[in-house]
Every structure is written in C-alpha cells, then in structure tokens.
Nanobody, 119 residues
Framework: QVQLVESGGGLVQPGGSLRLSCAASGIAFSIYTMGWYRQAPGKQRELVATISSGGSTNYQDSMKGRFTISRDNTKNTVLLQMTSLNSEDTAVYYC?????????????WGQGTQVTVSS
C-alpha cells in the first residue's frame, strides 16, 4: 500500500520560513520522481517543485529562489524548504510521487498539509 504522509505545515508570519516533509512508503522511492503541489481556496492545484530520481529539480517560476526541494533516499523522504513566505503562499501543500513522466503513469498523492501565511 502506497502512503505519502506530509508534515510540517502550520501558521507562519509573512517573511517567515517553513519546512515541509513527506514520508513515503510502499514505493521504490529512489526511482520515483517526487514533487510538491499546492492548492489555494478556489484555485486549481499547481506545481510547486519536483525532483527526479537523479536529483534534478524543477520549480514554478514564482518559487525559484524562495523554495528548495530535496530528497533523502535513505529515509524515503522529500523535503520542501520554504522561505520569504507571503500570503499568496497560503494553500494546502500536497506531496506526489510518480514512477515515470510518461502519460498514464499513476501519480500518488498525500493527504496534504495546510500552510497559512498571516500576521
């Protein structure tokens, strides 16, 4: 059974930082492309960042320089370090994992963790 469990969300002031963590089980983690997505109220889910099995990263433009995705294959964990947070970063953040980028590949999702940026 595949499980992706996010943690680390919460309330943070504008300009602050948070680190999200996603623990994966039931998959061959080291060969999966892992990612973070987010969904704000009334908006579609959007890409935050991905990291390939080889460690290559990809970010949405608005998050480059503020967010850093990383992975620890020894702990089956993917992290998202977020800095310089602002109110527009308020959303539910979801961890994802997929074996391949080919169309039709199953994408696994976590349950999400809420991040609220507010003073």
């Amino acid at each position: 059974q595949v499980q992706l469990v996010e943690s680390g969300g919460g309330l943070v002031q504008p300009g602050g930082s948070l680190r999200l963590s996603c623990a994966a089980s039931g998959i061959a983690f080291s060969i999966y492309t892992m990612g973070w997505y987010r969904q704000a109220p009334g908006k579609q889910r959007e890409l935050v960042a991905t990291i390939s099995s080889g460690g290559s990263t990809n970010y949405q433009d608005s998050m480059k320089g503020r967010f850093t995705i990383s992975r620890d294959n020894t702990k089956n964990t993917v992290l998202l370090q977020m800095t310089s947070l602002n109110s527009e970063d308020t959303a539910v953040y979801y961890c994802s994992g997929r074996r391949s980028l080919l169309p039709g590949t199953t994408i696994y999702w976590g349950q999400g963790t809420q991040v609220t940026v507010s003073s």
